[in-house]
């Protein structure tokens, strides 16, 4: 490893924590933009790509959602000092604030509707929350 902080995770559970987190994201992403934000997305659609282009570009949606999910887990394991479900929430929440904080600048730059910002801003923390849960789950007997 380049850095002597970093300990070797226990494979299995990384691999397990890997999977869980990435099929978690993609059925959370599936529910909240496919079905609980469809309405907005179509009230908006001059700002996204048509439906045919999305098809089209699934291969790079999926690839993102794999490559978060194997950092997230690959994170938890160094940090998880706090340990259990609770931990997990609480790391869940700060990676959140991480990567939801970005959103902010894409209302500063695009033309997105700010109750959509903050609809995704919430959705994210929950989602990472969850998945902090799901991750804290697999590894609470290592």
């Given at each position: 490893m380049f850095c002597s902080c970093f300990k070797r995770?226990?494979?299995?559970r990384l691999l397990l924590a890997m999977l869980a987190?990435?099929?978690?994201?993609?059925?959370?992403?599936?529910?909240?933009?496919?079905?609980?934000?469809?309405d907005t997305y179509?009230?908006?659609a001059s700002l996204w790509r048509s439906q045919a282009e999305m098809e089209a570009h699934m291969g790079w949606m999926m690839g993102g959602q794999l490559l978060m999910a194997a950092v997230f887990s690959y994170l938890y394991s160094f940090v998880r000092t706090c340990g259990g479900?609770?931990?997990?929430?609480?790391?869940?929440?700060?990676?959140?604030?991480?990567?939801?904080?970005?959103q902010l600048i894409t209302y500063a730059v695009q033309p997105v509707p700010g109750s959509l910002v903050a609809t995704w801003m919430i959705g994210g923390l929950i989602e990472l929350i969850l998945a902090g849960m799901l991750v804290a789950a697999?590894?609470?007997h290592d």
């Open positions: 995770p226990n494979a299995g987190v990435a099929v978690f994201v993609f059925v959370f992403e599936w529910l909240f933009h496919g079905i609980y934000l469809a179509q009230a908006t479900i609770g931990g997990g929430a609480c790391y869940g929440l700060i990676v959140g604030l991480l990567m939801v904080s970005p697999i590894y609470r």
